[in-house]
Nanobody, 118 residues
């Protein structure tokens, strides 16, 4: 199983950015997919998750109404659209896959750096 995150970069506060995660080696449509992030000196934190059931999503309070998680099962790809970015959103963003009712995420990607300047 491989999860390849991409699309990170350096943006200014208030800008938008979309990061992607290409999945291979798994039946993508049977996995819930999530985004997590880790800022320097901080622990990794949950950002958003999307179920294998279409339309079911959940967000951390810190990103609700600014970020949108989505998936394209035909392309085995996960997305995170980030709007109104803030400097505190600066982190490495990781995608992860969790098989249906598994209690933990089974697979993790390598991360993509998002830096938001003020």
């Amino acid at each position: 199983v491989q999860l390849q995150a991409s699309g990170g970069g350096l943006v200014q506060a208030g800008d938008s950015l979309r990061v992607s995660c290409a999945a291979s080696g798994l039946t993508f449509s049977t996995y819930a997919m999530g985004w997590f992030r880790q800022a320097p000196g901080k622990e990794r934190e949950f950002v958003a998750v999307i179920s294998w059931v279409p339309g079911s999503t959940y967000y951390a309070d810190s990103v609700k109404d600014r970020f949108t998680i989505s998936r394209d099962n035909a392309k085995n790809t996960l997305y995170l659209q980030m709007n109104s970015l803030k400097p505190e959103d600066t982190a490495i963003y990781y995608c992860a896959a969790k098989y249906r009712y598994s209690v933990r995420f089974d697979y993790w990607g390598q991360g993509t750096q998002v830096t938001v300047s003020s």
